[in-house]
């Protein structure tokens, strides 16, 4: 999958279904905050992503304090918002049931 930083239109396009996350005021990131039941889902949730993030060789920035976990987006080398950025926070989403 591509490394080439989207433009805007294109961004605006994979926002357009994708629940739950914002795109930053720069444009640059997409940003989710996902609540689970309790420290084993969002644990699951974080090693199923994790696992994923592997595969697409493009890991996400995050946190988890116990069942929240916050995930920022971005592609560092290409300056911005990418194809993988999009896959993976479609990943996410069906991981988290959406």
């Known amino acids: 999958m591509a490394r080439e930083k989207l433009e ?4 605006d396009e994979a926002m357009t279904g994708l629940k739950g996350w914002v795109l930053a005021q720069d444009g640059l990131s997409i940003s989710r905050g996902f609540v689970f039941k309790n420290f084993s889902e969002a644990f699951a949730f974080m090693t199923r992503s994790a696992l994923a993030a592997e595969k ?16 920022k987006l971005h592609t560092h080398d290409a300056g911005g918002l990418t194809a993988l950025d999009f896959e993976l926070a479609k990943r996410m989403n069906r991981y988290a049931g959406d």
């Open 56 to 71: 697409l060789d493009h890991h996400p920035d995050w946190s988890n304090v116990y069942k929240m976990v916050d995930v």
């Open 8 to 11: 805007r239109k294109a961004v």
